[in-house]
């Protein structure tokens, strides 16, 4: 459990508690049923991240909504993205090992995260990993309901492949950029999750 969620949980189940009380029924399990929710949406379950050294793993939980190419300071990259609901896990993860040699917050729009225009045009939070494997960028893309992004790490920090980075709150995007030349083991439709699911498959290269 994110300790957010104790915030967001534990005062919606004691009013829920206080309603029963005083016998006020219907809006008692209204809370409680606001209370679960709010608790199941912090959740975070340890993962078992892949062993192969060559993995590129899910940032995010979710289902692939988008696979494009496009151009990315001169260079064709591949961008993946990922549709989180507000059902899904919502915490990121780092999906090589490497270094971050990036963060650029921008404040932006809240279109529908489930749609293209999202990527470019509604409020993110990227950061670049560079490692072995070589370079990849990760949009934190808030949607029509998410307003926040949390990032908790910081530039020059190391990062494992798999490890937590942050989290996007109440239905989100996610979207992987990457040089074209992985190997990808996903396609539109797919659901992945954080850590564990394997995206595609890079060569390693000296940093």
């Known amino acids: 459990m ?14 829920a508690a206080l309603l ?3 016998h006020l029924f219907v809006l008692a399990v209204l809370f409680l049923l606001i209370s679960i929710f709010a608790l199941n949406f912090f959740r975070d379950p340890e993962r078992r991240v892949p062993a192969d050294p060559r993995a590129i793993v899910s940032p995010a939980d979710g289902k692939v909504v988008q696979i494009i190419e496009e151009e990315l300071e001169g260079k064709t990259v591949k961008r993946l993205s990922i549709f989180m609901s507000p059902l899904n896990v919502h915490v990121n993860r780092s ?8 963060v650029i ?70 979207d992987l950029i990457i040089e074209t030349g992985a190997e990808w083991n996903v396609k539109v439709g797919d659901r992945v999750q954080a850590g564990s699911s394997i995206l595609g498959f890079a060569t390693p290269q000296s940093e």
């Open 95 to 102: 999906p090589i090992p490497g270094v971050i040699k990036k």
């Open 20 to 22: 029963f009380a005083l």
């Open 2 to 15: 994110v300790k957010d969620g104790y915030w967001y949980g534990l005062p919606l189940l004691v009013a």
């Open 105 to 174: 917050y921008r404040p932006g729009s809240f279109h529908i995260a489930s749609k293209s225009a999202a990527s470019v045009e509604n409020e993110q939070n990227a950061f670049t990993v560079e490692g072995e494997l070589g370079r990849v960028v990760v949009k934190q893309i808030a949607g029509a309901v998410a307003r926040r992004i949390v990032f908790w790490k910081r530039l020059g920090d190391r990062l494992a492949r798999g490890e937590r980075v942050g989290m996007i709150k109440f239905g989100s995007r996610v």
